[in-house]
């Protein structure tokens, strides 16, 4: 059962234009999302996040958009670079007695054409 | 630079070796975890630290066997593991989740190869 779902396995921008990455998700008791970045032989790296209460945060260059009633959020990268080449992962975080669980979608390979 | 440090990078043992991954963060977070992450696949949840004491195990089978010495610290010990157990080990740290919501920062992984 998936409950984060990113439908593109992958996504081919121009350098200088907008990376629009998506992800939806089943489970509506998620308090907070997040997108991770991950390059080859390292760990997933944190970008950004939004809580369930909000529906936009922005930071630099990356905006993170979620749609509640539609279960869907977004990741917009603009202007696009060639260091964003790499997997973005989105993540839905649970809290339990205080611990919290993250699950993570099967990501999104981002290539930035110079 | 990663500021949760994961060793060895590569580990390759037998299925009856006993190894164990390591896992060290000194940004003063009190949840360490451990996700595995096979090919192609996201990082699934195997346990979760809260204060050094184990909160959260995804049925995990008990060939994994994970302990938490200090707030620092976090070890995975391996034993009899089997063939699909190979996969990228990673482990992440967060912040006292009192001090409202924190992200987990993650390690480089070990990536670990069973014969």
């Known amino acids: 059962d998936q409950q984060v779902k990113q439908n593109s396995p992958s996504l081919s921008v121009q350098e200088g234009r907008i990376s629009i990455l998506n992800c939806d998700y089943t489970?509506?008791?998620?308090?907070?999302f997040l997108w991770y970045k991950k390059y080859p032989a390292e760990g997933p790296t944190f970008l950004i996040s939004?809580?369930?209460?909000?529906d936009k945060n922005e930071d630099g260059r990356f905006t993170v958009f979620l749609n509640k009633s539609a279960k869907h959020l977004s990741l917009h990268i603009v202007p696009s670079q060639p260091g964003d080449s790499a997997v973005y992962f989105c993540a839905a975080s649970s809290f339990n007695f205080g611990n919290e669980k993250l699950t993570f979608g099967t990501g999104t390979r981002l290539t930035i054409i110079p | 630079d990663t500021e949760v440090t994961q060793t060895p990078k590569h580990l390759v043992m037998g299925m009856t070796n006993k190894k164990s991954l390591k896992c060290e963060q000194h940004m003063g977070h009190r949840a360490m975890y451990w996700y595995k992450q096979k090919a192609k696949k996201p990082p699934e949840l195997m346990f979760v630290?809260?204060?050094?004491?184990?909160?959260i195990n995804e049925s995990v089978p008990s060939r994994f066997s994970p302990e938490c010495p200090n707030s620092s610290l976090l070890n995975l010990h391996l034993h009899a593991l089997q063939p699909e157990d190979s996969a990228l080990y990673l482990c992440a740290s967060s912040q006292d989740m009192g001090q409202g919501f924190q992200p987990q920062h993650f390690g480089d992984g070990t990536r670990l190869s069973i014969l």
């Open positions: 939004i809580s369930s209460i909000k």
């Open positions: 630290y809260s204060y050094e004491k184990l909160s």
């Open positions: 489970n509506s008791m998620f308090d907070y």
